[in-house]
C-alpha cells in the first residue's frame, strides 16, 4: 500500500491535471482530506505533507480528534447533521457542508458563532441519500438573510456510487448550474461547489469543483 504522502501526491498530480484539461488552475480548487474513521497519527501524517483541510462525518468522533489536534488544521464537517447535536458545531468547524433543511440552519445561527455553510442537494434522487431538493434548498436560501450568523458559502452534493465517474458528470454540472441560478434569485455571491470523492473527484474538478473530498484515495480502504 503507498504511503500517505505517496497517495496525497498521486491525488494531487490528478487534481492538476483535471485542471490543466480544464482550463482552471489547481489554486482554485481546496483538497479535503476526509479522516472518518482515520486515527490522530495519520491525519498529523498528511498534515506533515502539506494538507490543511480536513472533513469529518461523525461529531463525537471529530470533536475528540479536534481537541486533540490544536494544529492550525482546517475542519469540515460533511456528515449528517442531527439538530440535537449542533451545539458544538460552530466552534469545532471552520465549514459545514451538509446543511440540508430548515431546523439545521436555524440551530446552527443559535450557536451564535459564524460559521460558513454549503447547502448539501441529493441531485440523484436517491432516497437513501441525504440532501436538500431544489426547492427545499430555496426555503434555506430565503431564510438566510434573516439569521444572525450563517454565512452561506456554496452547494454541496454526492454523486451516487456508479460504475463508472463519466456518470457523474451531469450531476455535478447540475450543481455548477444551480450555484449560478440561486446566487442570481437570492442576490448571493456563493462561489463554493464541494463535489468529488476518490472514485470521482477528477470529473468534479473538470466541473468546477472548489472543494472535493477525499479519502480513501488518500488513507485507503476504510475497515
Ligand atoms: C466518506 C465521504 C467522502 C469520502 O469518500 P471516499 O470515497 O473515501 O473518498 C466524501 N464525502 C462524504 C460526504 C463522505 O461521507
Not at 66 to 89: A, F, P, R
Not at 197 to 212: I, K, N, P, Q, R
Request: net charge negative; glycine share 8%.
Amino acid at each position: 500500500m503507498n504511503t500517505i504522502p505517496v497517495a496525497l501526491q498521486a491525488v494531487r498530480d490528478s487534481i492538476a491535471a483535471a485542471c490543466r484539461r480544464s482550463g482552471r488552475s489547481p489554486d482554485e480548487v481546496r483538497l479535503v482530506g476526509v479522516t472518518k474513521g482515520v486515527d490522530e497519527g495519520r491525519i498529523l501524517e498528511a498534515h506533515a505533507a502539506g494538507l490543511n483541510d480536513f472533513g469529518e462525518n461523525y461529531l463525537q468522533e471529530a470533536k475528540r480528534k479536534i481537541e486533540t489536534l490544536q494544529h492550525g488544521i482546517c475542519w469540515h464537517m460533511i456528515g449528517y447533521i442531527q439538530t440535537n447535536k449542533v451545539k458544538y458545531m460552530s466552534r469545532l468547524f471552520e465549514y459545514v457542508h451538509s446543511v440540508d433543511r430548515i431546523e439545521v440552519l436555524e440551530a446552527l445561527d443559535r450557536c451564535g458563532k459564524e460559521t460558513k455553510v454549503l447547502f448539501e442537494l441529493n441531485l440523484s434522487g436517491e432516497e437513501t441519500k441525504h440532501g436538500a431538493t431544489e426547492e427545499g434548498l430555496g426555503q434555506m436560501l430565503e431564510k438566510v438573510p434573516f439569521l444572525q450568523h450563517i454565512v452561506p458559502v456554496g452547494l454541496m452534493t454526492m454523486a451516487p456510487f456508479f460504475d463508472h465517474p463519466e456518470k457523474a458528470r451531469p450531476l455535478f454540472r447540475r450543481l455548477k448550474e444551480t450555484l449560478l441560478l440561486v446566487n442570481e434569485k437570492f442576490s448571493l455571491t456563493m462561489k463554493e461547489l464541494s463535489m468529488g470523492m476518490s472514485s470521482d473527484f477528477e470529473v468534479a474538478v473538470e466541473e468546477g469543483a472548489t472543494m472535493v473530498r477525499v479519502g480513501t484515495a488518500i488513507f485507503g480502504e476504510r475497515p
